[in-house]
C-alpha cells in the first residue's frame, strides 16, 4: 500500500483496486497516505482562501514572483546551514531561507515598480527570472562542490508530495487554521481595500499594512506548499480555486469559503490520485484537478458560466428577431392601411441567425402571425403586439436624435439592441422627456389603439 | 533682517497663523497647489465652505476639479498649502467625511451586493477586525431604501444600471452618516430619475445642516441644483453664491472662450432668470 | 592549434553561441512584449509549450526539431487563445487568466514527462528548466582547408542552427515590420484605424514569441528564456526613449549577456580555484542579464538613480546660489550700507546646501567678504539682478495673467524664479509694467555684464 507513496518514480504499475481507492480517499490506507491526502487538502484549502484575496487585489502574479523568487533562499538557507554545522536539509533551516526571498522578491518588485520607469508585469519577469537564475546557479554550485544529500534541494522546484511527514501535516494544519483566522477576522478590511483603495484611504484603513498582511499570508502558504507542490505550480493553486469560484457566485464571502473549499477538495483528490497511480506526481495532479473544476465551472456555472450566458445571448437574439419581424410587417400594413403580407425570407435578417427562423416558428406558436402562401401577415393580436414594439422603437429613435448630447451619457447600454430592452417604466420616462421637449415622433402608435392596424 | 519687505519673506509657518481657518467652517482650503510630476495642475487654491449648502465645482475637462477633490482626502499629495475640516487635520475629521468615488475607478465586476458596498460605509465604525453587525446592516440598508435601492440591496453591483450604481454609491457615503460629502461628478452617466433621485438626497442633507461638494459637468444644471458655484480652471476663477459668481464673464474666464459650453451656460442662465433665482 | 585551443573550440564555443543566440532571438522579440506591457505573456507561453514539446518528443521518439516545434507551437497556440478567451469571454482579470492558463499547461506538462519517463524515454523535467547547453559540442577538423566542406557543415551542432534560423526569422519580423510593430504597439486604435491590424500583428508575435522558446529552450531552458524575454529589453529601456534605439541596444544587452554568462559560469569557479566545477549556465546568464539591469537602474544617464541624484543636488545647489544672490540684492536695495554675516544668511536662505553654495560664490568671485560682512561683487550683482527680475517678473504674471491674489503669488514665484532656459532664468512675458505686484521695482535687464547664471 505504501509503494506508490514511497517516491513519484519508483512506483508499482499495476492499477489501483477499489478497495484502494476508497481507503485511500476515506484515510484509512495506512500512515502515509493518510498524512499526504490530509496535508494536501490543508494546503489547498490556506491557498484558495489567501488566493482568493489575493486574485481580487489583481496580485495573482505576485504570487508566481514569489514562489520563483524562494530558490535561491533555499540554496543560501542551505550553504549557510550546512556552514554552521545544521542539519541542512531541515526545513526549519529551508523554510525561513524561503520565506525571506520570496519577501525580498516581492519587496524588489515594488522597488522597480516605483523607482524605475518598469511597468508591474516587466518588473514581476525580472524578479522571477533573476531570482531563479541566482538560484539555480546557487544550485549548481551546491551540487558541485562537496555537500552531503544536496540532490534533495531539486524537490522544491518539482515538489515532492510523497516525501512528507505528520510534522509537515501538522504545519499545514496550522497554517490552514491561520488562514482560516485572518481570512475571518480582516474580511471586510481585505473587503474593501481590494474593491475601492482610494476609498479605504479616505476612510483611514492603512492600505500599505493591509496589502502586507495580505502578501504576507500568501508567502506563508507559498512557503509551506513548497515541497508539496513545488515553487513552479505554487500559483496555480493561489489562483486556480478563486478564479473557479467567481463564477459561482458574485457574493465576496461566499466566493472565499468557496475558493477554500475548492482548494481543499483539489487538494485531497489530486493526492488521492497521485498516492493510487503510478508516475502521477502529486503537485501536477492537484493542479490540474483545480484545473478540470475550473474548466466546469467555466462552463456549467448557473449564472456566469459560458454556457448560462450563451442561453441568455441566444434568448436575446430571439427576441430582437421577433421584434424586427413584428416591426416590419407592422409598418407595411400601418403603410397600406391594411392587412400585408410578406414573403418570409424578406424578414428574415441575416445578423441574427437561427434566432431570426426561430422566431418566425414562436410568432406562429403565439399566434402573432399567420403564415400563408404569400408570406407571414399580422394577426390581431400580433397588429397590437406589432404596436407596441414599433412605438417603443419610434420613441427611442427620437430619443436619440433629440439628446443626441446627452443620451450617451444618460443610457449604458449603448448598443443597438437597448430598444429591446426597455423597461415599461423606462419608456415612460422617454415619452415624458420627448414631450416635455415637444419633440414627440409623429407617427406614433398608440399600444391600445387597434384602428391603426386596420381592422378589418 | 526685519527690515525686508515682508511678503517676500513669507514662509509657510506665517501662513499657519492666518486667521482665516475658521473652525465652524466644514472645509478650508489655503494656498492649495498641486503638481503631478512637477507640473502644477492647481494653482493657489484659496477656498472656503460655507456649511449646510450644495456647492458645485465646475470647469472644463484637465481643470484639476478630481484633483483638488483628492487632494483634499489626502490621495494626492500637495505640492503646497493646507486644508482643514473644521479647523483641523483631514486625519482627526475623517468620520465626517464622505467621498463618492468617480465611477469609472471602481471594479464592477467585484464580488459584492448593493448592501455590501452600502455596509462599507460604516467600516470605520465598526473598526477593526470585527463583523458588520445587524445593526450596521440596518443602517446600511436604510440608506439604500433611502436612495430607492432597497429591493436591489441583494444584486451584484455589476447587475446594477449606471444610475442604480451610481445611488448604490451615494447610499455608502449615507450611510457612513458624515457631515460633509465630496462626490466625484455624481451626475455623470446617470438616467433621469436617477439623477431626480440625487438631487433629492443632496437637498434633505442640505436640510439636515450637511456640505455637499460635487464635482459637475452639466453648466444647464447648476443654478438649479446648487447654491454655491467654484469655477475652477488650474486656478480658482471664482467662488461663491451661484447667483454672484455663475456669471457669462467668469465662464468665458473659466472655459477660455469655448463657445459651445458657453451657450449652454447661457441657456441656464437665461432659464435661471427666468425662474426668478 | 593547443589543445586548450581545442577544446574552447569544439565544447565552449558552440554553447556560446547557442546561449548568445537564444538571448538574442529573445531579446528581440522581448522589446514589444515590453513596451505592450505584455511581459508575463512571455512567462506564460515559456512555461505553457512544456505539454506540446513532450508530445512532440514522445511522437517523433528522438529530440528531432519539427515535431517538438510543432507541438510546442500548437500548445502556444492553446494557451494564448485560452487566456483570451478567459479575458473576454469568461471576464477573467488579465493576470489570472494567465495564471490559470499557464500553470494548468505546466501541470500538464509536468505530468507527462513522469509518464513518460516510465516508457524510458529521456527528458527529465530538470532540462527543461536549465536546458542543457553542456551538451552542445562541436568536433571541427583541424585543417583549415577542410573547414568549408558540405561535412564540416553538418557537424555544426543542431541547436546552433536551429537558433541562427529562429534570429533570423526574427530579425527579419523585426526588420520588415519595424514601423507596423511600432505603431500597434504605441497605439493600436490607431493602428487599426489607418489599417493595421494590431490583433494580427499581436499574434504573430506571440507565435514567434512561441517559436522562440522551443528554439531556445533545449539550450538554455525556459527560466533563461523569461529572464532574455525581459531583462535586457528592460535594460534598454532604462536607457532610451528612442525606439530603433531601443531595439538596438537590447540586441547588444543581449550578446553581452550570452557571452559573459558564459564565461562567468563556465571558467569563473576554477578561476576562484574551485577546480572542476561549472555553475549553470542559464544561470549564472540569468545573473548577469540581471546585473546589467541593476546597472542601468543606478548608471543610466537619463533616468538612473544616480543621474536623478546628482541633477537635484545640482538644483538644490543652485538654487541656493539663487537665494544667498537674491537675499544679498533685496538687501542691498533697502539698505545699501548694510551687510550680512555668514550665519545670518544661512538661517535666512535655510538651505542644507547654503554653505557650500556661498563658498562657491565666493571662490567664484560673485561674493566677496567685507569687515562688515558679505557683499555682491559686480559680477554677483549681475546674476543676482537675473534672479529678482525674474521672481517679480513671475509675480507680475501670476497676478496679471493667471488672477491669483497678489499676497499670494510669492511662494509660487519662488520656485519659478529657479527655472532656467539655456542658463539664463526665464521671464515670463514682457513686463507690462515697471512695478511688480507688490511695488517693487522689477530690475533691468540691460546692464553692461549681462549675466549668465552659475550652471559652470
Known sequence: ?456 | MSTLPSHERVSPRDLSARPEHSPDSPLSIHALTVAYQRKPVLWDVEFEAPGARLIAIVGPNGAGKSTLIKACLGLVAPAAGRVEFWGGPYRRSRIRVGYVPQRESVDWDFPVSALDVAAMGRYALIGWCRPVSRAHKRAAMDALEYVGMGELSKRQISQLSGGQQQRVFLARALAQDADLYFMDEPFAGVDAATERAIIEVLRSLRAKGKTVICVHHDLQTVPEYFDDVMLLNMRVVASGPVGDVFTRENLVATYGGRLTLLDEASEALARAARGGG | MSPQMETFISLDLPAMLAGTLAALACALLGNFLVLRRQAMMGDAISHAVLPGIVVGFLIAGSRSTWPIFLGAGVSALVTVMMISALRRVARVEAGAAMGVSFSIMFALGVLLIEQSTARGVDLDAGCVLYGQLEYINWYPPTDWGEFWSAGTLDLIPRQVVVLLGAVGVIALFVGVFFKELRITTFDPAHASAIGINSGLMGAVLMTLVAGATVAAFEAVGSILVIAMLITPPATARLLTDRYSTQILLSVGFAVVTGVLGYLVGAFLPSALGFEGMALNIAGTMTIVGVLMLIGAIFASPSHGVIARAVRRRRLARQIARDDILALLFRLEEIRPDHAMLDDQLREATGHTQARAALRELVSRGHVERTNKGLALRDSGRALARGVVRSHRLWESWLVDTLGLRADHVHQTAERLEHLRDAGRPIEPGEPGREFDPHDRPIPDRDDPETPRSGRE
Open chain 1, 1 to 456: 500500500m505504501n509503494a506508490p507513496l514511497a517516491s513519484i518514480s519508483d512506483a508499482a504499475s499495476q492499477a489501483p483496486t477499489l478497495t484502494e481507492i476508497v481507503r485511500t480517499l476515506t484515510l484509512t490506507a495506512g500512515f502515509n497516505a493518510k498524512v499526504v491526502v490530509l496535508s494536501a487538502a490543508l494546503l489547498g484549502i490556506s491557498a484558495g482562501l489567501v488566493g482568493c484575496f489575493a486574485l481580487l487585489r489583481k496580485r495573482a502574479l505576485m504570487g508566481d514572483a514569489l514562489a520563483h523568487a524562494t530558490l535561491p533562499g533555499i540554496a543560501l538557507a542551505f550553504i549557510i546551514g550546512a556552514a554552521f554545522g545544521l542539519e541542512a536539509r531541515s526545513l526549519a533551516v529551508l523554510l525561513p531561507g524561503a520565506a525571506i526571498a520570496g519577501i525580498a522578491g516581492v519587496v524588489c518588485v515594488q522597488l522597480l515598480v516605483h523607482h524605475t520607469r518598469l511597468r508591474e508585469d516587466a518588473a514581476i519577469g525580472i524578479v522571477l527570472s533573476g531570482f531563479f537564475g541566482l538560484g539555480v546557479a546557487l544550485l549548481s554550485y551546491i551540487q558541485g562542490g562537496n555537500y552531503a544529500d544536496a540532490g534533495g534541494l531539486n524537490t522544491f522546484i518539482y515538489g515532492q508530495t510523497a516525501a512528507m511527514l505528520p510534522r509537515d501535516a501538522a504545519l499545514m494544519g496550522a497554517v490552514a487554521l491561520l488562514t482560516i483566522l485572518a481570512s475571518v477576522l480582516f474580511h471586510k478590511e481585505f473587503a474593501i481595500v481590494a474593491f475601492n483603495e482610494d476609498y479605504a484611504r479616505t476612510q483611514g484603513w492603512p492600505v500599505p499594512r493591509l496589502d502586507l498582511l495580505m502578501m504576507g499570508l500568501v508567502v506563508l502558504v507559498t512557503v509551506v506548499g513548497l515541497q508539496a507542490v513545488g515553487l513552479l505550480l505554487i500559483v496555480a493553486l493561489l489562483i486556480i480555486p478563486a478564479a473557479a469560484a467567481s463564477f459561482w457566485t458574485r457574493r465576496l464571502r461566499t466566493m472565499v469559503i468557496l475558493s477554500g473549499c475548492i482548494g481543499g477538495f483539489s487538494g485531497y483528490l489530486g493526492a488521492s490520485v497521485s498516492a493510487l497511480t503510478p508516475r502521477m506526481p502529486a503537485g501536477a495532479v492537484i493542479v490540474l484537478t483545480g484545473g478540470v473544476v475550473f474548466l466546469l465551472s467555466m462552463l456549467f456555472a448557473p449564472q456566469r458560466g459560458l454556457l448560462a450566458e450563451q442561453i441568455r445571448t441566444f434568448a436575446l437574439r430571439r427576441r430582437v428577431a421577433r421584434e424586427h419581424w413584428l416591426r416590419r410587417l407592422y409598418e407595411a400594413q400601418d403603410r397600406g392601411g391594411a392587412p400585408v403580407s410578406i414573403p418570409t425570407h424578406d424578414l428574415v435578417s441575416r445578423g441574427l441567425g437561427l434566432g431570426s427562423v426561430l422566431a418566425r416558428v414562436d410568432l406562429r406558436l403565439s399566434g402573432l402571425i399567420e403564415v400563408s402562401g404569400a408570406g407571414a401577415s399580422l394577426t390581431e393580436r400580433g397588429t397590437r403586439e406589432g404596436a407596441r414594439v414599433t412605438r417603443n422603437h419610434r420613441l427611442w429613435e427620437q430619443y436619440l436624435m433629440t439628446y443626441a448630447d446627452l443620451a450617451p451619457s444618460h443610457v449604458d447600454l449603448s448598443a443597438d439592441l437597448v430598444e429591446h430592452v426597455l423597461s415599461p417604466e423606462l419608456i415612460d420616462e422617454l415619452e415624458t422627456a420627448l414631450r416635455e421637449r415637444k419633440a414627440l415622433p409623429e407617427r406614433l402608435p398608440d399600444h391600445t389603439e387597434r384602428e391603426a392596424g386596420g381592422r378589418p
